[in-house]
């Protein structure tokens, strides 16, 4: 290789190396001034969503600690405490909150545990004795049976109601400490539609048959302290994939798009979609119904030896 060459192939490693830490510089700016602070940075007042944050967090560690083989009796003492002090500190605009009436709810099952030694079943309700199961059959048939579709039948938008049964069913995806910082934002005009799948360039050949789009993403101040940094891609993919295989079982089809792109492209979006600056753009999703005669690609998986390592 020609000493150009070299030095060519140099000046491209360094500009990538400068655009790679100048974005997760960013990513963790931004993550560091609007996620939640962490018990370990003092008495801060709290915004709303950070509000919620916080006594999420110490709610559900009551439902989990009731939910124990063997819970602890008494336990939680320096937990009620907080959560007596945050429910105290609750800002007006969210007193009416879903979650300010869990938390009192668990701080009141707490204490019945603690004084009464019982557990109080709607806050920690029993397992239901007969969980729906499928045949290994209709598993394998179910899960085998989705494939990314890039040929919509562009005249067949989905309903509200399809979308909305989808996110319900979605809702059930696991996250951390069940803060369900997530959301999804729908776009079905078709203006709207080009514009967004403009900017992500990744689906340039089927966009114009795409007749619904959906925006996953993350809300920062759900997620708290630099522990935390990465924690809103981590439940942002979870309900991602969750929605994908929601839509498939309510017969929708999907494709995701990846938001492989800078943060120049992320704020373009959110200022076209009109999206919160405080969320995070986690991957976009194509909805609708496969086209009459569409192909999809054969997409071959990896062995289970390959993806499943036993250790013990």
Known sequence: MSIKAQSKVISLRLRQEFVALRETLIDGWHHQRASTPSGKSGQQELSGDQHEARLTMDYHRIEKGLALPEP?????????????????????????????????????????????????????????????????????????????????????????????????????????????????????????????????????????????VGVVTARRAMFVGPDERNQRWVDGGLFAMTLVWAFHALGLSTCMLNWALPNVSSNRLRKLAGIPDGEDIVVLIAIGHAAEGARVARSEKRSVDDLGIFHS
């Open 72 to 212: 602890k009796q008494p336990f939680g003492a320096a937990l009620s405490e907080r959560m007596t002090q945050l429910i105290g500190d609750t800002p007006s605009a969210n007193s009416e909150d879903r979650y300010v009436e869990l938390a009192e709810q668990a701080l009141a099952a707490l204490e019945m545990w603690n004084v009464d030694g019982v557990i109080e079943s709607e806050v920690t309700p029993l397992l239901a004795d007969a969980l729906m199961s499928l045949t290994p059959a209709a598993a394998y048939a179910f899960f085998e049976s989705r494939h990314s579709i890039r040929n919509f039948d562009s005249t067949r938008v989905p309903t509200t109601s399809e979308l909305t049964r989808g996110v319900e069913l979605a809702s059930n995806t696991p996250s951390v400490c069940n803060r369900q910082g997530f959301r999804v934002h729908f776009y079905r005009d078709r203006d709207e539609i080009d514009a967004i799948l403009r900017i992500q360039n990744g689906a340039t050949a089927f966009a114009q048959t795409v007749p619904a």
